[in-house]
């Protein structure tokens, strides 16, 4: 009997688990049978509002149960959710919707940390001139907001609508942080969010009995949809949080029998203090992203709390958690691991650059056509910007690899080396991984030496006296800056670089901070490397 072919659009995906798991907790005061009839209803509200396939509708809404109901109602109509985060103001939302051109958008005007109306009312009119109404995802009934008007969600609870998706349907766009070119719209079709939905859900065991993700970290982003796409795939309940609150969190956990989550390693040492020492029931799984360089704590705070924590990896463009590492394995504190898919595959080039292929990568740009053909080889790989090794390679430094004329392998090979002497390794869900080092363009020329800064932060963060500490580089030399604890000495600090690194490793200079500079993105907060060497050259 042939196997039956897996969903390929985000309903079909919807319908399966609800058929599957019909009396499943789901969402906070639903069950998958509940979810699945609401979006049928709330898809038939969005067809009498004028909303069909081919339509985009911005979704400026914090994480709650809504945010999910109207994502899988656009999929269901063909339509295309265009996410923004809530801690964009009207100068970011601008260019976004400029660029987009929504025929509607989702606030919540009860969202007590925006004032959603009073930014949009910012947003000039020529950048929102495509919106034709503003959908309420609240507890507020019809108002006007910017001269549009407000159609209450409650009020698109309609007769069901008919499936209108497909699997090469426009689906969500998420949005890049912006840290080198500006932020970017990045595209997905309906075929990718949904297939590795169910990738991810089979990796991290999100059809197990009694299985629950603590949706934590922003939905717009993908850090927090691709888990949360992946509990849907499994039936997992899913437990929103509109803001992140450690001991809410904590006792969120407790209540519910979390068995999921994912977060920055300074969201997890946050929920660790108010744990308090008191450890949870063992999780399944919990994938972080080392935004702050606290990874080694986190992986002692994951053994005591049993929070099953490993490092896994992702992108907008490649989606969250497109790799996971072996929560058992030597690399767990590490960003990569072994691609989710079976399909998919990565490479790493001779300047260290990984590459990837895979059904979870997106189609395009929206609206920036050379910066989508910028981010792939003539050879069909994305180009991460990011540089990674090999797992296995001594060094991870892939020199001294011969040209090869050899052609690409097929997916599924691995240890080949390519044309120009790139060093790759393409794998299955069963084959060797890769492990993240840096973004590329936060790689330190030092001496004449590439070197990644986390290898000189990971030195430093480990010394008597030091509670976190990142490196950038200035005129060809490092420049640390710390955070210090009780105990902190500059000279002896000094003195152990001197002692354990290269010369050219050691930093010129020691800079104390109170706080490293962050901001707010949709996958979390992140240290601003830019600011840093801002300040080094200052």
């Known amino acids: 009997m042939a196997a039956m072919a897996r969903p390929a659009t985000l309903p079909a995906l919807l319908e399966a688990t609800a058929a599957r798991n019909p009396r499943g907790a789901a969402l906070p005061g639903h069950d998958w049978a509940g979810v699945a009839a609401a979006v049928r209803r709330i898809a038939g509200g969005l067809a009498a509002a004028g909303i069909g396939k081919g339509d985009r509708v911005a979704l400026f809404l914090p994480n709650r149960s809504e945010f999910l109901l109207l994502l899988l109602a656009l999929a269901r109509r063909g339509a295309c959710a265009v996410l923004l985060n809530t801690r964009f103001r009207a100068a970011e939302l601008a260019p976004l919707l400029a660029r987009a051109r929504p025929k509607a ?192 704590r986190v992986m002692a705070e994951s053994a005591r709390l049993n929070l099953a924590a490993r490092g896994v990896y992702g992108s907008s463009e490649a989606q969250a958690l497109f790799a996971l590492q072996d929560p058992a394995g030597p690399h767990a504190a590490i960003g990569g691991g072994v691609p989710a898919s079976a399909e998919a595959a990565f490479r790493v080039a001779s300047d260290g650059e990984l590459l990837l292929r895979g059904p979870s990568l997106f189609d395009r740009y929206l609206g920036d056509e050379a910066a989508t053909q910028r981010a792939w080889t003539a050879d069909g790989w994305f180009r991460s910007g990011d540089l990674a090794s090999v797992q296995g390679d001594p060094d991870g430094s892939h020199a001294g690899v011969p040209p090869s004329p050899n052609p690409l392998p097929p997916v599924g090979g691995e240890g080949f080396a390519g044309a120009g002497g790139e060093r790759f390794r393409a794998v299955g869900g069963d084959g060797g991984g890769f492990d993240f080092r840096t973004r590329a363009g936060d790689a330190l020329r030092l001496g004449g030496f590439l070197v990644a800064p986390e290898e000189i932060e990971a030195f430093l963060d480990d010394q008597p006296g030091v509670m976190a500490a990142q490196v950038v580089a200035q005129d060809g030399q490092a420049v640390a800056f710390v955070i210090p604890g009780a105990g902190y000495d500059e000279a002896a600090l000094r003195a152990a670089c001197r002692a354990e690194l290269a010369h050219f490793k050691v930093p010129r200079r020691f800079v104390t901070l109170a706080e490293f500079p962050t901001t707010d993105g949709p996958n979390g907060r992140k240290i601003q490397r830019s600011r840093l060497r801002e300040m080094a050259g200052e």
């Open 105 to 296: 958008i989702a606030v919540a005007r009860d969202f007590s940390l925006v004032d959603a109306a009073a930014l949009l009312e910012g947003v000039p009119a020529e950048a929102r001139a495509s919106l034709r109404f503003v959908i309420g995802a609240d507890g507020l009934g019809p108002d006007r907001v910017a001269g549009l008007e407000v159609l209450p969600l409650a009020g698109l609870d309609g007769a069901e609508a008919a499936d209108a998706s497909a699997p090469e349907a426009e689906c969500l766009t998420f949005t890049t942080s912006g840290t080198t070119s500006g932020p970017k719209l990045v595209l997905h079709r309906q075929r990718s969010i949904a297939t590795h939905a169910q990738d991810v859900a089979a990796r991290i065991g999100t059809a197990a009995p009694g299985a629950a993700f603590l949706a934590a970290v922003p939905l717009c982003g993908t850090f927090g949809l691709a888990a949360a796409m992946a509990a849907l795939a499994g039936g997992a309940a899913i437990h929103p949080m509109e803001r992140f609150d450690a001991a809410e969190a904590d006792a969120l956990i407790r209540r519910a029998g979390v068995t999921h989550l994912v977060g920055g390693d300074d969201l997890l040492l946050m929920l660790a203090d108010a744990a308090g020492g008191r450890a949870y029931a063992p999780f399944a799984f919990t994938g972080f992203a080392n935004f702050h360089g606290q990874a080694e």
